[in-house]
């Protein structure tokens, strides 16, 4: 059995198209590991792409990456992302994503 890990950026995309068409091997299946917090924008262009492929895309998930990280501050030796930022310059601050 071949499974394409599809993370819907740039790469697997093109992996994923290009087997579509017969420009790579076929796969049987695609998995998208969600981690609970993509944007909008990635979750619509996924939903697409298992419209347009001959094959199944199996999406999984195990929680949610940022309540899990958000959880775990202070708890773990571990470094946990940020996701709030601040712009040198402007201050302007930014959420992710």
Known sequence: MVILSLGVGVQSTTMALMSAKGDLPPVDCAIF???????????TYLNYLT??????????????IKEDMLAAKGT???VVAPFYNQHTITGKKRHDP
């Open 76 to 78: 773990t030796n571990f």
């Open 51 to 64: 419209t347009i492929l001959p094959y199944p895309v199996f999406k999984v998930q195990k929680g949610n």
């Open 33 to 43: 590991a969600d981690p609970g917090y993509e944007s909008k924008a990635t979750m």
